[in-house]
């Protein structure tokens, strides 16, 4: 009798941890689920990531860009902001 139960006592620990690698938490189904919604937002960090970089080169080139565009019309064209005094320096010629 003793015989019979331990063995029906390691099949009922073996049935209870197949039932828990099937159906409970961190189970395999829900493993899989798991690892396609991390594919899923993996996906969308890459998109929003790219999505950050143009627009931070963006904002970049706008930054520089007006600088570049203000000194040009400084130099090229003599152009003032308000209550500024304009004076153009130029080399002797010898």
Do not use: C, H
């Not at 409970?24 to 689920?33: D, I, Y």
């Not at 919604?37 to 960090?45: G, Y």
């Amino acid at each position: 009798m003793g015989k019979y139960a331990v063995s029906a006592a390691l099949i009922a620990l073996l049935a209870i941890l197949q039932a828990q690698l099937w159906f409970g938490r961190g189970s395999m189904p829900s493993v899989a689920r798991l690892t396609g919604q991390l594919t899923t937002q993996n996906q969308q960090n890459q998109q929003a990531q790219l999505a950050n970089d143009r627009l931070a080169a963006e904002v970049r080139d706008l930054k520089e860009g007006l600088d570049m565009i203000e000194e040009k019309a400084r130099r090229e064209l003599g152009m003032v902001k308000p209550n500024e005094i304009y004076v153009n320096v130029t080399p002797n010629k010898k």
